[in-house]
């Protein structure tokens, strides 16, 4: 179908090596959230955000400040500060066994929106899925990953133990822009998205499965993945 890109190279890419997974997950436990993102089995805490209120997890216009929730993560706060770029959302994403968080898309998230998401796995297991339009993407912890999320992705933990992500959303640059290197096409990924029929002119995400109908994180058998 139209969300089929196998035969687009790097729907995912690895960035670089950032440091010790277990170093940088520091209070990864969730302690509140607000917002239509927030599930019984997919659990965001953040660390910067829209007024500083780790509460908080919507994309909002506005400024974006450290939250209290950063202070206790002082390896974590190293990290976000030694990346010579403006920062967005950044939060702890924490997956319970057994859910699905099933195909969506987040609009204007792209190298040609001016904002990117990248994810560093904490915690991982073996039985973790996480695809972006049909194609697997291998996370392992440490690492620092860019995928284009405006096009749709799904990740399915299948295993017994939580998945812990640190999420970035950064404001690109030419810093950002040499971490994802020339891999991505973007005029080409660009036609692809009108081609299936993406739209990217939402303020917020919104979640399609493959006929159209709204989906979120939901408790699932192990999809096919």
């Known amino acids: ?37 927030c599930h019984t089995g997919w659990h965001s805490t953040s660390l910067i955000s829209a007024g500083g209120d780790y509460r908080e997890i ?33 939060r702890y994403a924490r997956m319970m066994p057994g859910y699905l968080l099933d195909w969506h898309y987040d609009s204007k998230e792209a190298v040609e929106f001016g904002l990117v998401r990248m994810h560093i796995p904490l915690i991982m297991n ?25 096009f749709p992705h799904r990740t399915y933990n299948g295993g017994t133990t939580p998945k812990v992500s640190l999420v970035l959303e950064l404001v690109v640059n030419d810093y950002v822009r040499g971490l994802i290197g020339s891999g991505f096409n973007e005029p080409q ?3 692809l998205r009108t081609q299936a029929g993406i739209t990217c002119d939402k303020s917020h995400a919104r979640s399609l499965d493959h006929s159209g109908t709204a989906m979120g994180s939901r408790r699932a058998p192990a999809p096919t993945l």
Not at 5 to 29: G, V, W, Y
Not at 75 to 80: F, I, K, N, R
């Open 1 to 37: 179908d139209g969300l089929v890109l196998s035969n687009t190279p790097h729907s995912c890419i690895r960035c670089s090596s950032m440091m010790s997974a277990s170093r940088m997950c520091e209070i990864h436990r969730p302690r509140g959230c607000a917002g239509s993102t």
């Open 58 to 90: 919507r994309r909002l216009p506005g400024v974006y400040a450290k939250t209290v929730l950063l202070q206790e993560a002082p390896a974590t706060e190293a990290l976000l500060d030694s990346l010579p770029c403006e920062k967005r959302r950044v």
């Open 126 to 150: 073996p039985d973790v899925r996480m695809q972006v339009s049909h194609v697997d993407c291998a996370f392992e912890p440490g690492e620092l990953w860019y995928a284009d999320f405006s």
């Open 189 to 191: 990924r660009a036609a």
